[in-house]
């Protein structure tokens, strides 16, 4: 009966540990924010945007087809512990679109939902670089890395969002954007 109990309560210890997906440590909120008094808390740093302009790729001279691709609702999350990110995710809604439709046979692929979650941090003189790993089930995949320098109280992300699906670089894209991000309250 105690070893039960003692697996449902580490269970609970567990579970608290990790809030939306991003893993949370001690000193950590359930939000991800910094609880007080602890030295080592860890701080939810988020940034949002509604829209990054359209990217082009494809066509001449390997196909007749020309697309855009897009990102529209993007969310970056990072944990930071003193100056350190040790985790994050990042969400955003794909959209394809084929520009020349009365030349081009090939549909655009439909509008997918992708996320990415945090792999490593790299810190350098004037930057960290941040990289994370697509979901298994992201249409397109693409690889995501970011910049981070520190702003203040904030900081400033460079994303660079490069498809890594296909063998034929005609169809490869890369979104570029940067958002400034705060706590997240």
């Given amino acids: 009966m105690l070893t039960r109990w003692l697996s449902l309560a580490g269970l609970v210890v567990a579970s608290a ?3 939306n997906g991003i893993e949370t440590g001690p000193g950590t909120a359930p939000d991800g924010g910094a609880t007080g008094g602890d030295p080592q808390a860890t701080v939810t ?3 949002k945007i509604a829209s990054v302009l359209p990217v082009p ?3 001449p001279p390997t196909t007749v087809c020309t697309y855009t691709q897009s990102v529209e609702n993007l969310v970056l999350d990072l944990l930071i512990r003193d100056g350190v990110v040790i985790g994050g995710a990042m969400q955003d809604h794909n959209v394809e679109v084929v520009t020349n439709p009365d030349a081009c046979p090939n549909p655009a692929a439909a ?8 792999t490593a941090a790299t810190a350098g003189a004037d930057a960290t670089t941040i990289t994370f790993a697509g979901a298994p089930d992201n249409h397109p995949q693409a690889a995501l890395t970011v910049k981070l320098t520190p702003a203040g109280a904030t900081y400033n992300a460079a994303l660079t969002i490069a498809r890594t699906d296909l063998p034929d670089t005609t169809y490869e894209w890369t979104v570029t954007t940067s958002v400034q991000l705060a706590p997240k309250r």
């Fill in 17 to 19: 540990a990790c809030t």
């Fill in 57 to 59: 790729f494809g066509g």
């Fill in 45 to 47: 740093y988020q940034g």
């Fill in 111 to 118: 509008p997918s939902d992708v996320s990415y979650t945090f």
